[in-house]
């Protein structure tokens, strides 16, 4: 504790710095041509208006008339919302948005008050958790959940579907799914290697850093094969150059094929790297556009001056 | 004192068809709460049924042993799927809650007088194991000299832990399996398991009928043990000594419940002769203790030993120490 007290007069500093590192990342992605899945993204939405429940010409996810209250308060409301395939939308909006609580009901994890919603052209609504998860859309969460006690290898190899070992009466039967066991972990022993966790293999979850943390939670989600993947504030937490390292990863999925959804509440990390952001403020989606259209929009600027402004009043008090 | 009736006394305890016993069940509790995480506080609920579903039959209508036992197993499963449906969705202290409590409900049940005609209520039941017996294949008592075991005992022994070899080796498979790496990841963290595709609730439910089957088995066999069966030899007070003797061995060890039920058995016995050869000899004064006190002394110190144990040596003995380090939330 006392030694977390001494060291904020520092830290300022650090920041700065940081957050010139991540500017200037910004700026260099924007000024590099577009990869090929980028440009592929742009064309499709090239004929979409910016404007909130707007229709998308192959949307993998559609959600409609979402709502969720805790208590009196409304904490999602979404009228209409879609997400085109093979894109990377970013979802963003203020602290209290409701942009987690959407995740959440979305992939099953909390239930709505009333809603629809069809992933992949199937009506999805109300399916638990894991049969989502199984179908293909797989979400990360915002603090990471590293499996402690398993080790690197573990955790990405559980991600792995259809796992006929995974029974119970064919469980003591080794000889029935080794073959798979070993496929499984030649695709782990991959992905590992692709986010640089292989020094990690053997290690338990639970002794990596919390950035590591980030890049084997989002092994893991991949090892599922998933056709759309929602990561929570995948940034939340990291240093900077370790968010230049998520990124490119990102990036590198939607280039594979894969639809990547993402929860931000820092614009600036995301505008470079979205092909379509959604704005949520109190529950509802205030805009939609790609990043050039959400810069420039009036109900995004006041929202998030809104919250500024209150901040600076916070401040003031203590 | 007589150093050597203390020694013989515990060894006996160590190896002998209690502890056989116990660790048969503690390996149940192993999958239980070491693999999946479920907090039992009910094992004992799961001998009970496993013990009376295999001597009801027996005793009332006749049936062979062989198929009682087939009913107490099926009972464990019935109790485990009543217990389960309702807690399993819920968080893990309302498991535990229910199970201490359903154990008690069912002392309570199978000693109540509506149940008499079939458990014998309060007196139990009696003399319902000869078809065990029967296959006996020891004609005389083992003796070492300073130790002998009745060909009675010895029969018991070699079902009782080839009964526990055959579950831990069953675990040893499991565990290493596909289905042990889900498990120990529903351990870890359900909501990560979930988002992963694997349905959660199914391998809790797994896990809870397959621990309490153990349970049901050791149940059985302390009635055959014993050839009576009362309800209220059925305590909680039992389920406190699995979870001891699975955190002495190191919760999440295959055979650490074995370890463990052997150590805590002669440790048990060796308190007990200890204590009793030393108020016989006068050594303590009877103004301090009397031998009829030496149950609670026992009692005290089972709570006593897992204190320190979990204050000193939460892995237990064979259990990882660096394992447990880790920052688990």
């Known amino acids: 504790m006392s030694a977390d007290q001494a060291t904020p007069r520092e830290e300022p500093e650090d920041l700065v710095h940081q957050r010139a590192e991540l500017v200037e990342e910004e700026a260099r992605l924007q000024h590099e041509a577009p990869s090929e899945g980028a440009s592929r993204a742009a064309r499709a939405l090239a004929d979409v208006a910016a404007e909130p429940g707007v229709p998308k010409p192959d949307p993998i996810l559609v959600v409609e008339d979402l709502t969720r209250s805790f208590g009196g308060v409304k904490a999602v409301q979404v009228d209409h919302v879609e997400v085109q395939r093979g894109t990377i939308t970013a979802v963003i909006g203020p602290n209290g948005a409701g942009k987690s609580t959407f995740f959440n009901l979305v992939t099953g994890f909390d239930r709505p008050d009333s809603g629809r919603w069809r992933f992949d052209g199937a009506d999805i609504t109300g399916r638990p958790a894991y049969r989502i998860a199984g179908s293909g859309m797989v979400r990360t969460f915002q603090l990471t959940k590293a499996l402690m006690r398993l080790t690197t290898l573990e955790n990405v190899m559980l991600g792995a579907t259809g796992q006929r070992g995974e029974r119970l009466l064919t469980a003591p039967l080794r000889f029935l799914w080794r073959g798979q066991e070993d496929q499984v972990r030649q695709r782990a022993d991959a992905l590992l290697e692709r986010f640089r966790l292989t020094h990690m293999r053997d290690e338990f979850a639970g002794t990596m850093s919390g950035g590591q943390r980030k890049l084997l939670e989002m092994a893991r989600a991949l090892m599922v094969r998933p056709s759309l993947v929602m990561l929570d504030e995948p940034m939340a937490g990291v240093n900077p150059a370790l968010t230049q390292s998520l990124l490119g990863h990102i990036q590198g999925l939607r280039d594979e094929g894969t639809t990547v959804v993402l929860v931000e509440h820092d614009m600036d990390v995301i505008m470079a790297i979205s092909d379509w952001i959604v704005v949520m403020a109190e529950g509802r989606v205030i805009a939609e556009g790609r990043p050039d259209d959400i810069r420039r929009n009036k109900a995004v600027i006041d929202a998030y001056l809104g919250t500024r402004r209150e901040l600076k009043e916070d401040d003031g008090e203590h | ?329």
């Open chain 2, 1 to 329: 004192m007589d150093l050597l009736a203390i020694l013989s006394n515990s060894v006996r305890g160590a190896f002998g068809p209690e502890a056989a016993i116990y660790a048969l069940a503690a390996i149940g509790l192993n999958i239980h709460f070491g693999y999946t995480g479920l907090l039992n506080f009910g094992q004992v609920g799961f001998m009970l049924v496993g013990a009376y579903g295999t001597a009801v039959p027996v005793v009332a209508w006749g049936w062979p042993l062989w198929a009682g036992v087939l009913v107490g197993v099926l009972c464990a499963v019935l109790l485990a799927l009543l217990l389960g449906f309702p807690t399993l969705r819920l968080r893990g202290d309302y498991l535990a809650i229910a199970t201490i409590a359903a154990a008690e409900v069912l002392r309570y049940l199978y000693r109540s007088s509506w149940a008499e005609p079939l458990t014998g209520g309060v007196f139990g039941l009696k003399q319902f194991a000869g078809g065990f017996y029967a296959f006996n294949p020891y004609s005389g008592p083992l003796d070492l000299g300073w130790l002998t075991f009745s060909p009675r005992a010895l029969w018991v022994m070699t079902v009782g832990w080839g009964a526990a070899f055959l579950a831990a080796g069953l675990v040893a498979l499991l565990i290493h399996s596909p289905w042990g790496r889900v498990l120990r990841s529903v351990r870890e963290d359900e909501q990560a398991a979930r988002s992963l595709g694997k349905n959660v609730f199914a391998y809790k439910m797994q896990s809870l009928v397959l621990g309490g089957v153990m349970g049901a088995l050791a149940g059985a066999l302390i009635g055959i043990n014993s050839q009576a069966l009362n309800p209220d030899s059925f305590m909680p007070i039992i389920t406190f000594y699995l979870w001891t003797i699975m955190i002495l061995g190191g919760a999440s060890r295959v055979l650490a419940p074995i370890v463990g039920s052997v150590v805590f058995w002669f440790l048990l016995t060796f308190l007990d002769s200890a204590l009793r050869q030393a108020i016989g000899t006068g050594l303590v004064p009877a103004s301090v203790l009397v031998a009829s006190d030496i149950g609670a002394v026992r009692f005290a110190a089972v709570g006593l030993g897992l204190m320190l144990l979990m204050m000193f040596r939460p892995a237990g003995l064979m259990g990882d120490q660096k394992e447990l380090r880790l920052d688990v939330r």
